[in-house]
Every structure is written in structure tokens, then in C-alpha cells.
């Protein structure tokens, strides 16, 4: 390989590095410029991922970087409105929660109390005579039951 081809060809693969250059970074200060206008977080990540570029490339690039700075954390006039909503959302959703609890709440109570009374219920009928358990079944007295056979009285 002569020398002039050499100089040649390294100034192509120079020239072609710089247009790949200037194209990423024309397409990062447009995701810029469009996450910033849209209201989404500007974030390198968010940029990187819509330019399709590296983070690397973003953080090399002195001017990429404080453009994403200055517009990180800022919100454009949208974006404070549609937070403004999203805060009365969450406050009728809070509202509307606490309304069930207070609902569950209640239905809670009211099943422990059914609950207590069934159970009252039961150890009653369980302290009975077993002969007065059997005929309320309309079972015989002297039949054995499923638990086992009766003691004798």
C-alpha cells in the first residue's frame, strides 16, 4: 500500500466519522427538544435511547451534556397541568380508598360478631346431652355416630 493511498483512505474514514458525528448529535438535540416538549423526563438515558446513540456518546460531548442538564427537572407549561390533574386524581383515589376501608372496616366487625354468635351456638349444641343431640337429628340414641361408637349411659 503506497503512501498516498494510505493518506487517502485515512482521510475518508475521518470524513465519514465526522458526518456519523454530526448526525448523532443533529438526532440527540432533536430528542432533546422533542422529550423536552412532549413533558418526559430528559434524562441521558431517555436521550440516548431516542437518538439512538450511546450514553457514553452524550457525556463525551461537552455542549450534549449541559443542553440535557439545563433541561433536566424542567417541565414545560403542559406538563404542570396535566401534574396539577394527576395530584386531584390521586387525592379522589385516596378519598375513594379510604371510603372502602372505612366499608371493610365495618363488614369486618360485622362478621366477627356473626362469627362469636355462631360460635356461642356451637359450644352450646356441643354441651347437650349426646341423646339429646341424636334425637334432634332423628337419629336412634344407641346408634353409633360417624365420630364413633356412644359411651353408655
Same mark, same amino acid.
Given at each position: 500500500?503506497?503512501?498516498?493511498?494510505?493518506?487517502?483512505?485515512?482521510?475518508?474514514?475521518?470524513?465519514?466519522?465526522?458526518?456519523?458525528?454530526?448526525?448523532?448529535? /443533529?438526532?440527540?438535540?432533536?430528542?432533546?427538544?422533542?422529550?423536552?416538549?412532549?413533558?418526559?423526563?430528559?434524562?441521558?438515558?431517555?436521550?440516548?435511547?431516542?437518538?439512538?446513540?450511546?450514553?457514553?456518546?452524550?457525556?463525551?460531548?461537552?455542549?450534549?451534556?449541559q443542553e440535557?442538564? /439545563?433541561k433536566r427537572?424542567?417541565?414545560? /407549561?403542559?406538563?404542570?397541568?396535566?401534574?396539577?390533574?394527576?395530584?386531584?386524581?390521586?387525592?379522589?383515589?385516596?378519598?375513594?380508598?379510604?371510603?372502602?376501608?372505612?366499608?371493610?372496616?365495618?363488614?369486618?366487625?360485622?362478621?366477627?360478631?356473626?362469627?362469636?354468635?355462631?360460635?356461642?351456638?356451637?359450644?352450646?349444641?356441643?354441651?347437650?346431652?349426646?341423646?339429646?343431640?341424636?334425637?334432634?337429628?332423628?337419629?336412634? /340414641?344407641d346408634k353409633?355416630?360417624?365420630?364413633?361408637?356412644?359411651?353408655?349411659?
Amino acid at each position: 500500500m503506497s503512501e498516498g493511498d494510505r493518506d487517502h483512505r485515512t482521510a475518508r474514514l475521518t470524513a465519514a466519522a465526522a458526518a456519523r458525528t454530526t448526525s448523532a448529535t /443533529a438526532r440527540a438535540r432533536r430528542a432533546i427538544t422533542r422529550l423536552h416538549n412532549t413533558g418526559q423526563p430528559v434524562t441521558f438515558v431517555a436521550v440516548a435511547q431516542a437518538a439512538d446513540v450511546s450514553t457514553s456518546f452524550l457525556y463525551k460531548h461537552l455542549q450534549l451534556r449541559q443542553e440535557i442538564d /439545563a433541561k433536566r427537572g424542567t417541565a414545560t /407549561a403542559g406538563t404542570e397541568r396535566s401534574t396539577a390533574a394527576s395530584v386531584e386524581s390521586l387525592r379522589t383515589k385516596l378519598a375513594t380508598a379510604i371510603d372502602r376501608n372505612r366499608q371493610l372496616t365495618e363488614l369486618l366487625e360485622q362478621l366477627r360478631t356473626e362469627n362469636e354468635a355462631l360460635r356461642s351456638r356451637l359450644l352450646e349444641l356441643g354441651t347437650r346431652p349426646p341423646a339429646a343431640q341424636e334425637i334432634r337429628r332423628g337419629e336412634p /340414641a344407641d346408634k353409633p355416630t360417624a365420630t364413633g361408637p356412644q359411651q353408655p349411659r
